[in-house]
């Protein structure tokens, strides 16, 4: 089956600790998406990547690291430096190719800080 | 900062009554649209996208745009309590970057 997988399901991390956030993809897809959901609130982006081995920064970057070694990987690092790291992490993915830019998201991250 | 504004809700219709959600955006650069559901505690789906000026149905779902007026909307029609979740809207900007709304509750009564 093609899709999108978040790895783990939840993660509990403590104060002055970096983590890191598995995504994987066999969609064959070139772009891939970092964002970050807060209770009550939308998707914000964290980083993004349109061709491995290049990616650049959303809206809410500080804190956070990634890297597109191959194009089904998408890994995020959440580092020490991210102040109030505790949210919902959701990994997306599109195939830039089609005529619509659907972005297919993963069943996410839970990310709590204890 | 380019923004998607949405009525957090909740809102709440009976069953099998139209349920209408409206979102506006800032940019109107923006090209395409989606509505994304997303039940508690899961991650986004596709419910429909638009890119045309008009309406766009599928199945018991419809989409409206007016660019002029910058704004989305969905309707619902004969809504079910499975359509119970939050929809969110997604502005789709330069460099294929959605921009999300912060979404509305639907809860649908039987």
């Known amino acids: 089956d093609g899709g999108i997988t978040q790895s783990p399901k939840y993660l509990f991390r403590k104060e002055g600790q970096n983590v890191t956030l598995s995504c994987e993809q066999n969609l064959n897809h070139d772009a891939m998406y970092w964002y970050r959901q807060d209770p009550g609130q939308g998707l914000r982006l964290i980083y993004y990547s349109q061709i491995v081995n290049d990616f650049q920064k959303g809206d809410i970057a500080e804190g956070y690291s990634v890297s597109r070694e191959k194009k089904e990987s998408f890994p995020l690092t959440v580092t020490s430096a991210q102040k109030n790291p505790t949210a919902f992490y959701l990994c997306a993915s599109q195939d830039r190719g089609r005529s619509y830019n659907e972005q297919f998201f993963g069943p996410g991250t839970r990310l709590t800080v204890l | 900062q380019k923004e998607v504004e949405q009525n957090s809700g909740p809102l709440s219709v009976p069953e099998g009554a139209i349920a209408s959600l409206n979102c506006t955006y800032s940019d109107r650069g923006s090209q395409s649209f989606f509505w994304y559901r997303q039940y508690s505690g899961k991650s986004p789906e596709l419910i429909m996208f638009i890119y045309s000026n008009g309406d766009k149905e599928d ?52």
Do not use: H, W
Request: hydrophobic share 40%; aromatic share 10%.
């Open chain 2, 59 to 110: 199945g018991r779902f419809t989409a409206q745009l007016n660019k002029a007026s910058q704004y989305v909307s969905l309707l619902i029609r004969d809504s079910q309590p499975s359509d119970s979740a939050t929809y969110l809207c997604a502005a789709m900007e330069y460099g294929n970057k959605l921009v999300f709304g912060a979404g509305t509750i639907l809860r649908v009564k039987s």
